[in-house]
């Protein structure tokens, strides 16, 4: 299909107007509506309805747009990487993480990457995974580095035929207090006696979902979730400020445990492993930068050990 065809087509379709469209473009009207023409004869369908307020899409129209605005997302990343290959430009990479990788194997993954590849610049979103998984299949980032876990209550966002995963290791959340907390001492915690207290579990819709679950298959009601963010330092404050107990990955509290300032509870039911890996779209182009980036990633994710727990409150029974 001819790109100036497919961004005429995609400018009528934001716009709603032809009209509006052909001043956005510098065409004249006419010459636009004999290109929308010439598409349709080639899609074989027409593409718009006239309403009172200007065009809407029928359903060739709703089919074709996605697939559309994808080839010219492509497109202009082909033109950027080309400009960048020339010393025309610079090549940027659009990342993807969850809250997990904020400050941990990413801002180290990074920092190789700009040593390599001084030219290479990155735009990076933290989000849930849920999220990022939407945001890849849009065209939005090229390249996800999350944990990932597809529960039943979700399942649009499974990897399917459309996106590709690479696991590069495993991660494990579990219940972690403050060394102050009336928990941090005991030994052994039964479920009945978690649900009294208070929680801050990350505001994801797989952790919230696991943590519920444990309780409701014990036949006990779920605690109450005081506080829910996509942030795991804010949750990981709330340990310490507001008192709760919470389910982090290792490696947020590692510190903090060695320190003594965190305890770990001896809880194997809320002690969750979540696969961590690579996330991409399973067609179109994969870029010199994403591919530096991916090379790099698996070779720092290699070199980083998973956290540990460790208990330093004296546990009694």
Same mark, same amino acid.
């Given at each position: 299909m001819d790109l100036d065809r497919l961004a005429q087509f995609s400018a009528v379709a934001r716009r709603g &107007? #032809? $009209?509006?469209?052909? #001043?956005? +473009? $510098? +065409?004249t009207q006419p010459a636009l509506t004999r290109s929308l023409q010439r598409l349709e004869a080639e899609v074989g369908g027409r593409l718009f309805d006239r309403s009172p307020r200007g065009v809407v899409l029928t359903g060739y129209g709703e089919t074709l747009l996605p697939y559309a605005q994808a080839i010219l997302a492509e497109a202009e990343r082909a033109n950027d990487e080309l400009k960048a290959f020339k010393g025309l430009a610079k090549a940027n990479v659009r990342i993807g993480i969850s809250p997990n990788f904020v400050a941990y194997i990413v801002p180290e993954a990074l920092k190789r990457l700009f040593a390599a590849h001084p030219h290479v610049t990155a735009s990076v979103i933290s989000e849930t995974y849920e999220n990022l998984i939407r945001m890849l299949r849009a065209h939005e980032i090229d390249v996800v580095f999350s944990q990932y876990f597809d529960n039943p209550a979700n399942l649009d966002v499974a990897p399917g035929t459309d996106v590709r995963r690479e !696991?590069?290791? !495993? &991660? %494990? &959340? *579990? =219940?972690? %207090?403050? *060394?102050?907390? =009336?928990?941090a001492r005991k030994r052994k915690i039964a479920l009945k006696e978690l649900a009294a207290f208070d929680w801050a579990i990350p505001l994801q819709m797989s952790m919230v979902y696991r943590f519920e679950h444990v309780f409701r298959a014990a036949g006990l009601a779920t605690p109450v979730q005081k506080v829910n963010a996509s942030s795991l330092a804010l949750i990981r404050n709330a340990v310490y400020e507001l008192g709760l107990a919470a389910v982090v990955p290792d490696h947020v509290m590692a510190e903090?445990? *060695?320190? $003594? *300032?965190?305890v770990v509870l001896n809880v194997p039911e809320l002690a969750f492993d979540y696969p961590v890996g690579m996330s991409w779209r399973a067609r179109g182009t994969r870029t010199p930068a994403m591919s530096a980036f991916a090379r790099i990633l698996r070779t720092v994710s290699a070199e980083f050990e998973p956290a540990k727990p460790h208990r330093h409150a004296e546990a009694q029974s």
């Open positions: &107007s #032809i $009209g509006q469209a052909a #001043i956005e +473009l $510098g +065409l !696991t590069l290791f !495993t &991660s %494990v &959340s *579990r =219940p972690y %207090v403050a *060394r102050e907390h =009336p928990l903090d445990a *060695r320190a $003594g *300032r965190a």
